[in-house]
């Protein structure tokens, strides 16, 4: 880290980048989660042995597909799978065995050294919502998303204290032709931000162009040393791995940066309808991707990826926060963490169209899931609205507040001699109260987590202040955490060549909005 | 139960109840929770004993008051505490010992046997919100509560699916002088459900009128043998047991009836800042208020309680929702399974003023922490509003519809050969989809938890009904329940008696209002 600091102080312009740094606003960011409580483990271990067992049994019987991807099959046919086809069986073991080169955690570094985070053990990161076309914000409705909003969005995390990660895809900038928009955005995170952030997936070759960006931030030796990116790697369930994704896995595995191997279900269209159905297809499928990650290189840095939600049978809409999908939840990180491998699931999740009660309650449920089920990377953990069609200013600052609550909960519940506090209550004894005794007066600082967002007001302040609801308290911190924004600081040379590398790339393609 | 209901249909007017019964709506409530999922234990081994080991020092060396209450002071000296003034100094093990007698679980009679609750174990009741002295709704706004609303959150209370328990104060009725509501309120709650409730404990002679009214409405050896209230207990934290609740106590413990005994703590004023500090309190409290309801009847049912919130050290406002209140639950519920205790906690609390994103948030993250922290008996499981300050209509039911959540979670997973579905997973293979396979037409009807509440509508249609929120769809639930209410029968000459009751006795007294 320190070795890397220097080498990016010494690749010109220092001396621009160091005034930059003393004029800039100290931006605090949390650590990434250390957990110091258990886990919440649903399964028995008969349960986990029965999934396991039958999970083998789906690749050895049925198989998965590799589509349009002679390179994979040839892979798997020397490792001994069964290929036919686009098929491939793995026998009994195989894959559990090609995994164990996976390693069990990993750093992925920042262009801030602060900002690294651990992936994997007992951590846990939270990166920003990924994926909508759309935005919403109480002022302007529901909308198309642009780049504008994008770059938005990226300030917005780096402001934000419990974030650890700046996230990839923070809205689908689609005013910017889909072919180029992946170093738009690329160069959004890497310049507007020093957080860590994700690579784009959409294409081999804008991996390509993603790690080509990330060797000019970090410089070449650095990325083929150390892990810069975490990307997104979903698996079309039911078990078919398209040449598109895995063309982006194997281009990040062979630059050693970390993909999360996850299937993208909606129980009950894309997997059976029963959690132990669906725990068993989720866990064929990882082994099979991750397996395929290890092919390509072992060693190559993964996360076993779950994300599944169930749908309402009678609309065929997709569900979120429910009983089911947080079963789901705590099912795989049992099943993670006995293939000793990161874990991703869980985020802010909901169906909700406004960041109303039921968006809050049903991202309340997976945010306690996802702390309590041993999550490592927690993508969506900010932002999420109306079932990942629409990213949410307000509900970002709103979710992003309550990760602070995981922050807390997290530390568990120490019992040194002054946590005890067998003083105070000696101290105050039988009828008294607390507020003015020492222990309180040494203490009360630290003591509970605060929000910076939600009301904590007598009721007549409240309502002399326009009795404001969550999304108008909202709305007010998105106006100031904007307005206050200031770019982290960043060497003038990386800062032109990245530019440079965008302008000419962009120039030597046509548009393409498909 | 059986022996119970023919008793009552003994007892005159038979005919017409049966009548009744004929042309009465059948409301569906779902049997209490019975867990099928492990308990969260946030708290190690160690930090169990230092916590256990402090609070009998509390005992030993600080005691606990009982004001004004030479009885007490007598049972407690007698039973070998060292009695000092009304300090009582409890010896330690004593308290603990005392508390043997006490039962792990008990059975709550309602006057339909079939919503009789068990209470202890792994069970988990849901009663409604206890106290506000204010009401809310979306048209009306925040108002003093009358007793028209009472009448509306008992009825509501009957009409929700998941909630098992009629409970008590579910708003202060200020309309009715404060000498009598009691009396009004549990009329309400004998006539307009038929789900068991709790009895009135603000003063020791209110709680014998809620025995008499019991005997009445059950039998009178039926309520000497069995318990048909669960009475609220609270200590006036910290260490000190007032006259008014424990003569309440004394007159339901030595009926036979059940109370929890519950400090009631805003962390950081009522207790000390720490989570082990409050918790050591916590215990210390609970144990010498259950040791005296032993004393007072060996055998009486009791719930170890534990209402700990925290404060906001800025504006010193209470907190709810907040990590370090989800921690003392957790570990307060496993302090009460050391004790062999039946445990009160949890509830949908929040500070909110609204019904909003913040209410939720905090709700769901309390009621995920009962769920999961072994909570026997929670009261506030729906309504609860602004500290405590306001029952809420649309809360109400919001909340009441997240109830199942925690219904479907507590199930467990289950790995039976249908729950495998490895047939479904071989039928559909790899690129297919689940939605007309045999399997998902077999199981969909029951696979998944659905709202009665939330939008789970394409945005298009959503769009076109109003764009409401979920306040606004909770506005029109409240008005739905309550238009289609109907009073569930009961024995004429019950009711007519219980009415007579109730008008001798108010007619017996001034009315006051303090």
Redesign the interface.
């Known amino acids: 880290m320190a070795e890397a600091a220097a080498r990016r102080r010494g690749r010109g312009g220092g001396g621009a980048a160091r005034r930059a740094e003393r004029t800039a606003i100290r931006i605090e960011t949390a650590k990434y989660i250390e957990r110091n409580?258990?886990n919440?483990?649903?399964?028995t271990e008969?349960?986990l042995e029965?999934?396991e067992t039958?999970a083998e049994?789906?690749l050895e019987?049925?198989?998965?597909?590799f589509v349009n991807n002679p390179g994979a099959l040839a892979l798997w046919r020397d490792a001994g799978a069964d290929v036919e086809g686009e098929?491939v069986r793995i026998p009994r073991g195989l894959a559990r065995k090609l995994c164990e080169t996976a390693p069990s955690s990993y750093v992925q570094h920042a262009r801030n050294p602060d900002k690294n985070v651990v992936i994997g053990g007992k951590t846990l990161v939270c990166a920003p919502v990924y994926g909508p076309p759309f935005v919403r914000d109480a002022a302007g409705g529901?909308r198309y998303a642009t780049m504008e909003d994008f770059r938005n969005f990226v300030k917005l995390g780096y402001m934000s204290k419990y974030l650890h990660h700046s996230g990839g895809t923070v809205c689908e900038p689609t005013d910017v032709p889909v072919n180029k928009r992946h170093m738009d955005m690329l160069l959004a995170h890497m310049t507007l931000s020093d957080k860590p952030f994700m690579g784009s997936v959409t294409e081999p070759s804008r991996a390509q162009d993603s790690v080509e960006m990330c060797e000019i931030l970090f410089g070449k030796d650095f990325v083929q040393d150390n892990t810069v990116m975490t990307s997104l790697i979903n698996i079309?369930s039911?078990?078919?791995f398209d040449d598109v994704m895995m063309g982006a896995l194997e281009v990040y595995a062979r630059n050693n940066q970390a993909c999360i191997v996850s299937p993208f279900i909606v129980?009950?269209?894309?997997?059976?309808?029963?959690?132990?159905?669906?725990?068993?297809?989720v866990l064929a499928e990882v082994l099979a991707g991750i397996a395929y990650s290890q092919l390509v290189r072992p060693g190559a840095p993964v996360i076993f990826g779950a994300f599944v939600t169930?749908?309402?049978?009678?609309?065929g809409?997709p569900?979120f926060?429910?009983?089911?999908a947080?079963?789901i939840l705590y099912?795989a990180g049992q099943l993670a963490r006995r293939l000793n491998l990161p874990f991703r699931s869980g985020g802010g999740l909901c169906?909700?169209?406004?960041?109303?009660?039921?968006?809050?309650?049903?991202?309340?449920?997976t945010l306690?899931a996802a702390l309590?089920g041993g999550v490592n990377f927690m993508l969506h953990a900010c932002g999420w609205l109306?079932g990942g069609?629409v990213s949410s200013y307000e509900k970002f600052v709103?979710d992003a507040d309550?990760l602070g609550?995981?922050h807390?909960?997290a530390e568990?519940?120490?019992?040194d001699v002054?946590?005890?506090?067998?003083d105070?209550?000696?101290e105050?004894?039988?009828?008294?109260?607390?507020?003015g005794c020492a222990?309180?007066q040494a203490?009360?600082?630290t003591?509970?987590?605060?929000t910076e967002l939600?009301?904590?007001?007598?009721?007549e302040t409240?309502e002399e202040e326009g009795?404001r609801?969550?999304?108008a308290l909202a709305s007010a911190r998105v106006a100031h955490l904007l307005n206050s924004y200031q770019q982290p600081a960043l060497d003038p040379g990386i800062a032109q060549a990245l530019q440079e590398y965008v302008e000419r790339k962009k120039a030597s393609m046509p548009d393409a909005f498909m």
Not at 321 to 324: L, M
Not at 428 to 435: A, I, M, Q, S, T
Not at 447 to 450: G, P, S
Request: proline share 7%.
């Open positions: 409580i258990p919440f483990e649903i399964l008969e349960a029965i999934i039958n049994t789906v019987e049925i198989g998965v597909n098929r529901r079309n039911p078990m078919t129980g009950g269209a894309m997997a059976p309808v029963s959690v132990a159905g669906t725990l068993t297809q169930s749908i309402d049978m009678n609309s809409a569900t926060g429910t009983p089911e947080s079963q099912g169906g909700s169209k406004l960041p109303d009660a039921q968006a809050a309650y049903e991202t309340a449920h306690n309590l109306e069609l709103m309550q609550v995981l807390k909960m568990g519940v120490p019992v002054n946590a005890q506090a067998l105070a209550i000696a105050v004894g039988p009828g008294g109260h607390y507020l222990h309180t203490n009360f600082k003591a509970f987590w605060r939600l009301d904590y007001k007598p009721f409240w009795a609801d969550t999304q």
